[in-house]
């Protein structure tokens, strides 16, 4: 298993590329399903869960052909499979969003139920609410979701219990074909909800109201192919902008988009970071002041998200005063806490949806395990900015999510090295 070997201290300097989203292109992968024709998706991350996508689309029987540019094309005309299996879904939950797009196509599918992970139950009722809405009849047996549609799916009025990203984003894939009108109620209003409506209508389909509460989506008979090229990662823009505030670092982050980060870039003034935004850049420069302890509340977007809760922990943890952090969306998010306190934060769990950090002057190293994919940045993160070597162990973890981390660090000027133990 990898590790990921640090020398902290240094300010990040310099200037990198942002990557495409994961948490857009994964969807959209799935929404691939949908056409009747090869469809061309550009900017994809070089990423484990994206090629673990891209298994799960060649086992459905679909075509994929991926050139050095990460240019993913798919040909889904011909599917001879449907249904993902238990280990593909268990290794990554974003697998189950194939569902909607196969029970609008085919007709029938069956996929695992994903299960638990790290950060809480992660239950799919919403998923299945809707997809019945529409007329699909859905059972669990033996751990799959079994799903079939008499004809076709039919347009209905789904009013989600909760917000959920991966919800709204399998019922409007499964909409898009449906016959007559659906509308989603207190959907997600994510930027990849946005991206993912964007592609859907690329392809022929009718989807408006996306970014807002209120999504609408009147179904069509088929959908053809296009090309299109997903949007910048927004979660890797604010890690590697937390990771230059928490070392004092100036840096400057190219091929993204400013205006996915608000309530991000707030929080980031409000620690003490000078922030500029451009058309498709952003630059932080914290000139080698410590940061200023920053209270954060995890909110369905706009409000700071879920994603960037961890970095923000790490931050907190060598700024000046203290900070509350409540994380609201998921039940389990703060595996991180514990591995912190390793390094010598002063983090004080109040329940299990509220942190207390007390920043410390100075983080030392340690050896620390990566828990899930945000968790085990925010340990880069603060041994980015520790005295000494800190050890990271599991970091495929990391890899589910951020492309060539080490490369994109040394870029930056730290000190980072892979360590593969066989
Ligand atoms: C997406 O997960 C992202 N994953 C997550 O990113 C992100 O943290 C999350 O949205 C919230 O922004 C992808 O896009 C692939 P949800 P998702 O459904 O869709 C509850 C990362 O690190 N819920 O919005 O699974 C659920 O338990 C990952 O990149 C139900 O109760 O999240 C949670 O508490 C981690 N029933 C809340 O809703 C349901 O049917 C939000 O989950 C569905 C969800």
Request: some cysteine; overall charge negative; charged content about 20%.
């Amino acid at each position: 298993m990898d590790k990921l070997l640090i020398s902290g201290g240094t300010p990040l300097e310099g200037s990198l590329r942002i990557s495409g989203a994961k948490n857009a292109a994964l969807p959209i992968l799935a929404a691939t399903l949908l056409a009747d024709e090869p469809v061309t998706i550009g900017n994809a991350p070089h990423l484990h869960d994206i090629t673990t996508m891209i298994g799960l689309l060649g086992c459905l029987g679909a075509g994929v052909v991926l050139d050095e540019k990460m240019c993913v094309e798919v040909d889904a005309r011909n599917l001879t499979n449907l249904r993902a299996p238990y280990d593909m879904v268990k290794t990554m939950r974003a697998s189950f969003l194939v569902l909607g797009s196969l029970l609008a196509r085919c007709g029938r599918a069956e996929v695992s139920l994903p299960g638990g992970c790290a950060i809480g139950s992660r239950p799919v009722d919403q998923h299945i609410k809707g997809f019945a809405a529409l007329g699909a009849q859905i059972e669990v047996v033996d751990g799959y979701v079994r799903g079939r549609v008499k004809d076709r799916l039919r347009g209905a009025a789904v009013q989600f219990d909760v917000v959920t990203v991966g919800g709204t984003e399998n019922v409007m894939m499964a909409a898009s074909l449906a016959r007559g009108v659906t509308t989603l109620s207190n959907a997600a209003c994510e930027p990849e909800i946005v991206d993912l409506g964007n592609f859907l209508n690329a392809m022929g389909a009718r989807v408006s109201g996306h970014g807002t509460p209120v999504i609408t989506i009147e179904g069509v008979e088929s959908l053809h192919g296009c090309r299109f090229r997903v949007m910048p990662d927004r979660v890797e823009t604010g890690t590697y902008l937390v990771a230059a505030a928490a070392t004092g670092g100036h840096v400057r982050l190219n091929a993204t988009d400013g205006s996915l980060l608000g309530a991000v870039l707030d929080k980031l003034r409000e620690a003490g970071a000078d922030i500029d935004v451009g058309e498709d850049w952003i630059e932080l420069d914290m000139r080698g002041r410590r940061p200023r302890a920053v209270d954060v509340e995890t909110q369905p977007y706009p409000g700071f998200p879920t994603d960037m809760q961890a970095q923000f922990v790490a931050l907190n943890a060598i700024a000046e005063g203290r900070a509350r952090i409540t994380e609201t969306i998921f039940e389990n998010r703060f595996m991180h806490v514990q591995e912190l306190n390793r390094l010598g934060a002063n983090i004080g769990l109040v329940d299990r949806s509220t942190a207390l950090v007390s920043g410390v002057d100075k983080l030392k190293a340690a050896p620390v395990m990566a828990t899930d994919l945000r968790a085990s940045f925010s340990l880069v993160v603060a041994a980015l900015a520790a005295e000494g070597e800190t050890l990271i162990d599991r970091i495929y973890h990391i890899d589910r999510g951020y492309e060539t981390i080490e490369e994109k660090l040394r870029q930056l000027g730290a000190s980072v090295r892979r360590v593969s133990a066989r």
